[in-house]
């Protein structure tokens, strides 16, 4: 499969990302006029939300938000939505403190790690192609990588025992260029060239490795025949209509992006900020839940194979904590097995927590650290409880 042609692929891939208008995209009076229910363009059967729903969570809801996270002085976005209808949405602070421009539904913030939850569904919907396989070799698609055990899914799984590439410095020690703005394919070439030792094995054992979605950018860009960014903007960001939803370029985008802070001071850039995959996609709370409505979607992308981002390969007992294809997964007090993903750079914290059982999207993203943000989790026990 990887020896397609580029045009040949741009072709089927505009055909597999673009919705089947004579099979599954909604029918003119299903779409809803009131903004505050969102939608996609693929057939869902979702039931509707009662306001007597809506009226009992969205108290509780207001409630956890003032006591655990829009405490003086956070800046962010926050929104819980079921079955698409906006149950509660609050947007605080600064988006860009130097032009003292607020936070609003537009504002596209960092996702941080978050990323990863995305960069692992443009994989699964390769596989779903038949592009590329899960369980493939990396260097059947990166003939240089000089780890030959590697496949994709120990990759997505954090199980490929890869060097952090933020320790790329120390491991190089002098011969570290500190100056350079690094690419993807610059930390392939440092990888060929110095064969850093692996931390473990492959597939041994779980460490979460930023270096690992580095890899699978490029994978996605040599699937595709397109740039990392184009590759999800066809992939995932334009069928499902998420107009304010972009991975970052540094050198094109560092100026006019929303900045992140620490004690009101924006923090600067790094050489690691134009990485791609494990990082570096912008977007918004709603953008989030459309990702996450399409999920659901069979049309979207398969659902037996989206199901395999949820079965963990590191189960840790003790800490009730496992980790799939580009989700975590924990153990939660009342019992519930729950999937999410949090992400941090540099001043920029984000939370994606979707609660599969009830279809239920909660996502809290910050662009002036804080701890806050990851608190979404604890707003899922006081939604539910009791064991079901």
Request: charged share 25%; net charge positive; proline share 3%.
């Amino acid at each position: 499969m990887k020896f397609l042609t580029v045009t040949f692929f741009s072709i089927v891939l505009l055909y597999f990302s673009s919705p089947k208008q004579h099979s599954f995209v909604l029918k003119s009076e299903e779409i809803p006029s009131d903004s505050s229910k969102i939608s996609i363009p693929y057939f869902l059967k979702l039931g509707k939300v009662s306001d007597s729903f809506i009226a009992e969570k969205s108290k509780k809801i207001d409630s956890f938000y003032i006591k655990n996270i829009g405490t003086a002085g956070y800046y962010g976005s926050f929104i819980v939505a079921k079955n698409g209808k906006i149950i509660y949405e609050k947007y605080q602070g600064m988006a860009n403190l130097k032009l003292q421009k607020p936070m609003d539904e537009n504002s596209a913030l960092h996702l941080a790690s978050v990323s990863k939850v995305l960069t692992a569904t443009a994989i699964l919907k390769l596989v779903e192609n038949d592009n590329i396989m899960l369980d493939q070799k990396v260097t059947d698609w990166l003939p240089s990588f000089p780890y030959k055990s590697t496949t994709i899914r120990t990759l997505l799984n954090h199980r490929s025992g890869l060097q952090h590439y933020s320790r790329f410095p120390e491991l190089m020690k002098k011969n570290w260029n500190s100056k350079k703005i690094l690419s993807n394919k610059d930390i392939l070439e440092l990888m060929v060239k110095n064969k850093f030792r692996l931390i473990s094995p492959d597939n041994t054992r779980f460490d979460y490795c930023n270096t690992n979605y580095v890899m699978l950018a490029l994978i996605i860009e040599k699937a595709t025949g397109l740039s990392y960014g184009e590759a999800m903007k066809m992939l995932i960001f334009k069928p499902l209509n998420m107009k304010n939803t972009f991975v970052f370029d540094y050198f094109r985008d560092k100026d006019t992006v929303s900045m992140s802070y620490r004690n009101n001071k924006a923090n600067p850039w790094d050489q690691f900020d134009n990485l791609n995959g494990d990082k570096n996609i912008y977007s918004t709370p709603r953008d989030l839940v459309k990702f996450d409505l399409a999920t659901y979607s069979n049309d979207f992308i398969n659902q037996n194979l989206m199901k395999e981002a949820y079965v963990g390969y590191t189960s840790n007992m003790k800490l009730g904590k496992d980790y799939g294809l580009g989700m975590r997964m924990k153990k939660l007090a009342n019992g519930e097995t729950q999937v999410y993903h949090n992400g941090w750079w540099h001043g920029n914290t984000s939370s994606f927590v979707p609660v599969k059982k009830d279809t239920i999207s909660i996502i809290c993203l910050s662009n002036k650290y804080s701890n806050n943000t990851y608190e979404t989790l604890k707003l899922v026990e006081s939604l539910y409880p009791q064991t079901k």
